[in-house]
């Protein structure tokens, strides 16, 4: 006759119970769900500040961690400390598990910075934008509006742009909520002749008709003036954040000739994001481990990503292309939005619950 079985302790059993929470939570995580919160205004009034959501890594297909000897449910750094939460001994070749769907125009992505250089690139910090054009588009900005293969683009209903709002009035912060303006969308003129706002076209237009404002004008870029922070180099091509182009998206499999302004557009994607060693830049001619390079084939898709609140926004204008490989997935849909400016039940967003993203 066999003994009894020996019972479990209650450590015992929440422990076992903690791993295999973990570990659930974990491949949730990696598989299907990631929660992600909004942290700035660059896609106001798209998203807002406090907004909760849901990733979905089914739509694009699930990335293979490429850096798997990583602490579980972590990011970069182990919570509450400046510890890298992963080593790098291993780096596994990007893959990806097949999805029911690909990157479509004016979806809103959340990718890992290209431009972080100091992270793998599964690790590098998450950005939420939305994907004004993707491989094969030939983008050009026109006077603040899009276009796309020589057609104008579509654009976001929540999109907005910074404006001079002038009134000899002191406004209060009740004045510009009333109008949807948080806190962090508008700033006084230092000579108290008005504020800078940001805001959508719809809420400029209630702004011109409130006895308080005398006229509102939008902020642009003079067409004839280059902008240097802009990429791939607003200087050399004269473009700025409100007008740029022709520039076509990099796709897998695309080949181009590499002449002077080719090099200008394209070098610093080959030389960050396609996997070469050397690469290098000498007298206007492109250098590939020594060898001089005449003609390239992309190795991957890339991805032109702006936030809807476009002048409040770093975006591909400003640091360039989204590689497929720093693809996280589509942002879905809303679960929680709390608003910092506000107090207790005062602080939840009711309306924007469960509300799907587009």
């Not at 910090?125 to 293969?149: C, H, M, S």
């Not at 394209?266 to 996997?275: D, L, P, R």
């Amino acid at each position: 006759m066999t003994g009894e079985k020996k019972k479990k302790s209650a450590a015992r059993e929440w422990a076992d119970a903690l791993i295999f929470a973990v570990i659930a939570a974990s491949l949730i995580r990696w598989l299907l769900l990631e929660p992600f919160t909004i942290p700035t205004g660059s896609m106001e009034r798209s998203l807002l500040i406090g907004d909760f959501l849901f990733v979905s890594k089914m739509h694009y297909g699930t990335r293979v961690p490429k850096t798997p000897l990583q602490m579980p449910l972590t990011h970069q750094k182990i919570w509450g400390t400046d510890v890298n939460s992963y080593v790098d001994w291993i780096q596994l070749p990007y893959m990806r598990l097949p999805g029911f769907t690909s990157v479509k125009r004016n979806d809103v992505v959340v990718f890992n910075y290209p431009a972080e250089f100091e992270y793998p690139v599964d690790l590098k910090t998450n950005y939420i934008k939305r994907a004004v054009a993707v491989p094969g588009d030939v983008l050009e900005i026109r006077g603040t509006q899009i276009f796309i293969n020589g057609e104008q683009g579509e654009n976001p209903e929540e999109m907005q742009f910074s404006y001079d709002v002038m009134t000899n009035r002191n406004l209060s912060s009740d004045f510009f909520s009333d109008y949807g303006i948080n806190p962090e969308g508008y700033m006084p003129f230092s000579n108290g002749s008005g504020y800078m706002v940001m805001a959508t076209e719809e809420t400029v237009e209630r702004l011109k008709k409130s006895p308080a404002i005398g006229n509102v004008t939008m902020r642009t870029d003079r067409a004839d003036l280059g902008d240097p922070r802009i990429f791939p180099d607003g200087a050399y091509f004269g473009w700025n954040k409100d007008n740029m182009g022709p520039l076509e998206i990099p796709g897998k499999d695309w080949t181009i000739t590499m002449d002077k302004d080719n090099i200008a557009k394209y070098a610093f994607t080959i030389e960050k994001f396609e996997g070469h060693d050397d690469v290098e830049v000498r007298d206007n001619e492109l250098y590939i481990d020594g060898q001089k390079v005449e003609t390239y084939t992309f190795k991957q898709n890339y991805y032109f990503m702006m936030g809807d609140n476009r002048h409040d926004s770093l975006d591909s204008r400003y640091w360039g292309f989204v590689p497929e490989d720093h693809i996280v997935g589509k942002a879905w849909f809303l679960w929680l939005s709390l608003d910092k400016h506000k107090s207790m039940f005062n602080k939840i967003r009711w309306s924007r619950f469960f509300n799907s993203i587009h």
